[in-house]
């Protein structure tokens, strides 16, 4: 599958869990929601993930991607030290130019 350079990357910062990477994919003011709590901006974005990652160790293999202008939805194995690991979860995203305006996570 053909992924476009920024969601590549975000898959890879982690998988390689560098919290500081994965935050630099997102706009200064983006908006992430998982599990019904929201983070707001890059500072939050980054500490949420790194707080995770350590929690979790999650990975990521990309199943799916479809994009249509800068709303674009990737579709996520995503396994790690979780009850229920692995799970497919959706990744929703509002791209704006290379960088990524807001993440909304379902599964």
Known sequence: MNLPDNIAGLIKAQNDLNSTAFAGFFTAEAQVSDEGSSYSGRDEIKQWIQQASEKYQMQLKPLDYTQNGPAAE??????????????????????????????????
């Not at 790690?80 to 990744?91: K, N, R």
């Open 74 to 107: 990737l579709t996520v194995e995503v396994s790690g030290t979780f009850p229920g690991s692995p799970a497919v979860l959706q990744y929703h995203l509002e791209l704006d130019g290379p960088l990524i305006r807001s993440l909304r996570i379902s599964g």
